[in-house]
């Protein structure tokens, strides 16, 4: 038995694409495990609110068996040490064999502040420190542009046996910096995460919009934090006004990043209201995901697709969707640009509202297009992506293929 930890990634997130990561490297591990006849114990590490517990996670056809650990944070770890049962949770997880860390995907940099950035470097140097092999699982790495970050992040990345960056931006970015650990140009795991498509009505042309509440409420700072060139609620509101425009669509407002509060990072809330506003029965708010499948399964079954949540427009291209991301920070253009050559993309950061409107109207438009793109990309880069990361999860949990 290999006991495997999984740190920074949650699948109870309301931020679905978080969860996805989970459902996602769980199911290429499972895989591996069937293939190689070797069997794994999961532990997920994190801030769980929950006491520890053993859970269930279904994925595929399979119920994946997970032991929750409470999270490990210097935050965490504060004034809990002296619990008998927390105690118990730190002793469990020094015992593990390996470590893959996931970053939530993006969060291994100091574009969401220093204090995030400490969080995220703490696990992976404390398990450095204590000699378990560790691997960072397919994510972005950096930017970092705050000195003593960037040389603490390449420190502490130099001490991991593989580094996995997850598009060629963060892999150029690596290579310039002289990393001198293992690394690799992956592909996000969500590309990965299994699905069925929803059956919905086919009596209209059938389009998605993914709303970012963080995008629409101007970053945790409320101040326009990720410098947008565009006013991004005025471009929601066109796009809407846009597609109402045509009869013989309908548009569902797709959240994925759900809370049961109303707060700056709730998708959900955002679209709520703005359906209550229209007020028009072809502008409808898509179910309330539980999972991350389940979202994707809603994706899969549309026709045309628009987002500023990657994970929302990666499971929209991952089932051969039509999609028009909108990029907010260089994630998407290191995947959708540099390695999956998708050039169909908005960006927030350099396009006004007119501009990206106008590549809207064209990307719907030349939708067939847009999906015969998708299935030949799945096929080729992700495909490829695919094998070599099982490679890599096979080497580094010592398994001989």
């Given at each position: ?191 990965f995460m299994p699905f069925e498509k ?87 708010l898509s179910p309330f995901f539980l ?77 067939t297009k847009l999906k015969e793109v ?28």
């Open positions: 038995m290999k006991r495997i930890g999984l740190i920074w990634t949650n699948p109870y997130s309301g931020n679905r694409g978080v969860g996805a990561l989970t459902y996602s490297i769980l199911y290429l591990l499972e895989q591996l495990s069937q293939a190689n006849n070797t069997d794994f114990e999961y532990y997920l590490i994190g801030n769980y609110d929950e006491a520890s517990k053993i859970d269930y996670l279904a994925i595929g056809n399979k119920n994946v068996r997970i032991n929750i650990i409470r999270g490990l944070t210097p935050i965490s770890l504060k004034g809990k040490l002296k619990s008998l049962v927390f105690y118990k949770d730190f002793i469990a997880a020094k015992e593990l064999d390996y470590v893959m860390d996931m970053g939530e995907g993006d969060s291994f940099s100091d574009i969401y502040g220093i204090t995030r950035f400490e969080r995220f470097i703490y696990t992976k140097n404390r398990y450095n420190r204590l000699k378990i092999k560790q691997m960072l699982l397919p994510q972005t790495i950096g930017p970092f542009k705050d000195p003593i970050v960037k040389k603490k992040a390449f420190e502490c990345m130099n001490k991991c046996q593989i580094v996995l960056p997850r598009d060629k931006q963060s892999y150029v970015y690596l290579k310039e910096n002289n990393v001198t650990t293992e690394i690799d140009e992956i592909i996000d795991v969500a590309f929803d059956i919905i009505s086919d009596d209209y042309i059938n389009i998605g919009l993914n709303i970012s509440a963080l995008l629409w409420h101007g970053g945790y700072t409320r101040d326009n934090q990720f410098n947008l060139v565009v006013d991004y609620q005025c471009l929601i509101r066109s796009i809407i006004d846009y597609f109402l425009s045509m009869p013989n669509v309908k548009l569902f407002l797709v959240p994925h990043v759900v809370a049961l509060n109303v707060d700056i990072e709730n998708d959900y809330a955002v679209s709520y209201d703005l359906v209550k506003e229209y007020k028009n029965e072809r502008l409808v999972t991350p499948i389940s979202a994707k399964n809603f994706i899969a079954s549309l026709d045309f697709f628009m987002g500023a949540r990657m994970h929302a427009t990666i499971a929209a291209f991952s089932s051969g969707v039509p999609v028009y991301p909108m990029a907010y920070s260089r994630k998407f253009n290191g995947l959708f640009v540099d390695t999956l050559n998708y050039n169909y993309m908005g960006d927030l950061l350099n396009q006004g509202k007119d501009e990206i409107m106008s590549d809207i109207k064209a990307a719907f438009e030349n939708r998708i299935d030949d990309r799945m096929v080729s880069i992700v495909k490829q992506r695919e094998n070599i990361l099982k490679q890599w999860l096979a080497e580094f949990l010592d398994i001989k293929n």
